[in-house]
Structure formats: C-alpha cells, structure tokens
C-alpha cells in the first residue's frame, strides 16, 4: 500500500467517524426528547428485590452466638492489634494509655486498681459479658457515654466477634458462649 492509498483509506475512515458524529449531533438538535416525570406502567414494588438492602439486615440479624461459633481467636488477635497503642494483652503487662486487659471477659467493669477510669466506666457497675463487650466495642461512647476511651469502634460484627473469642482465651476463665441460634 503505498502513501496515496493509505491517506485514502485514512480518509475514508475520518470521514466515516465524522458522518457518525455528526448525525448523532444533528439528530439531538432536531429532535428534543421529552421523558414523562410519571412512569407509565409503575412496577410494583417486589419485596426483597433489592439485595444489597437484604445483604445488610441479614447481617444485623445474624446473632451473637452463631457469630462466636464461626469466629477465630487468632483473627481476633489481629484485630487487637487497633487497641494495642492504648492497651497490653498479656498477663501482668502494663497500663498504657488505658488499662490492662489480660482475662477482662467475666471481670468486673473498671477492675484495674491505680488506672485513673472515667467516672463514667467506674459508676456503671457488673461485670464485661459477652454481650455488653460486644455493644462496647461496636460503640465504646454509645454503651458508655462519657468514657474516656477514644475509640470510633469496630463496625464489623465479625470483628467483634473475633476479638471478644480472643479476650475469652486470654486468661482462665473461659466463660460460656451464648448458643448458636
Ligand atoms: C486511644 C486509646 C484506646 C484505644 C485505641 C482502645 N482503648 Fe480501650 N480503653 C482506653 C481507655 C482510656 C480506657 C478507660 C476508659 C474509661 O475510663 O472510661 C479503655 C477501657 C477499655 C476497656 C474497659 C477495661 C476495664 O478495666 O473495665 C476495655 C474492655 C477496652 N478498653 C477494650 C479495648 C479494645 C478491645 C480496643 C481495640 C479494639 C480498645 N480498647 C482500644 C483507651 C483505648
């Protein structure tokens, strides 16, 4: 192919994408579609078609015990690794910037005698279940509105899950898990 034929064909295929263009363009500016604001035919709204909304509550329903029966202490491990700037884990290891938490789960709330508690955390009474570190933990401020831990929270349930079966094996008292529903 030499030059002459290909600026003929480059040609062709210029004038081919203009063409395409151009009517494009010319037939927005001729016709001026109206879409109705109603649709005419409405579609019933199906229950359950949208998934993603379903995806979501089915996780919220999800219980506390059929989470810990799938859960993982040594992926809780990892998760802990958000609470080690304020916190030790290990037996006997030091206050930080909030207390120890080596064998928590089944103590008393606000156990750590010498660590300077809110007086929130320190008025509040019981002992760390299950299910109060669970809420603690989605929302230290929500369950504990004053506290001084500046904490945002672990928004996944399975976090939470993995971590509260962690706390659970650190110590002695490996306290009951709710059942499974
Ligand atoms: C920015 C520092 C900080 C981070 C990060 C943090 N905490 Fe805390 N935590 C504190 C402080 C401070 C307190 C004391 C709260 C009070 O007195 O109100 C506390 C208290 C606690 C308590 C109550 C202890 C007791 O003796 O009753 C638990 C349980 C706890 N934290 C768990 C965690 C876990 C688990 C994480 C990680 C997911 C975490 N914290 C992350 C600072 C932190």
């Known amino acids: 192919m030499d030059s002459f034929e290909f600026n003929k064909f480059a040609g062709a295929v210029l004038f081919g994408v203009l063409v395409i263009f151009g009517v494009g363009q010319l037939s927005n500016i001729l016709v001026h579609p109206t879409n109705p604001e109603q649709v005419a035919f409405p579609v019933p709204e199906i229950e359950g078609a949208a998934p993603t909304a379903v995806a979501e509550t089915e996780e919220e329903t999800i219980s506390l015990g059929t989470l810990l029966a799938a859960a993982d202490a040594g992926k809780g491990e990892r998760v802990a690794r958000k609470c080690t700037s304020c916190h030790t884990f290990d037996d006997g ?5 909030g207390p120890n938490l ?3 789960m089944g103590d008393p709330k606000a156990r750590t005698g010498g ?3 809110s ?3 320190a008025d509040m009474g019981g002992e760390w279940s299950i299910e109060n570190m669970d809420a603690f933990l ?5 369950y504990v509105p004053g506290t ?5 929270g672990l928004r ?3 976090d939470r899950a993995n971590l509260i079966l962690y706390l659970r094996s650190l110590g ?3 306290m009951a898990l709710p059942a499974p529903e």
Do not use: C, H, Q, W
């Open 156 to 158: 996944k349930p399975t």
């Open 102 to 104: 080596y064998g928590i």
């Open 93 to 97: 290891g030091a206050n930080r910037v």
């Open 119 to 121: 007086s929130a955390l």
């Open 148 to 152: 001084k831990m500046a904490f945002a």
């Open 138 to 142: 989605e929302s230290p401020k929500g």
């Open 115 to 117: 660590f300077s508690y």
């Open 172 to 174: 002695d008292a490996d």
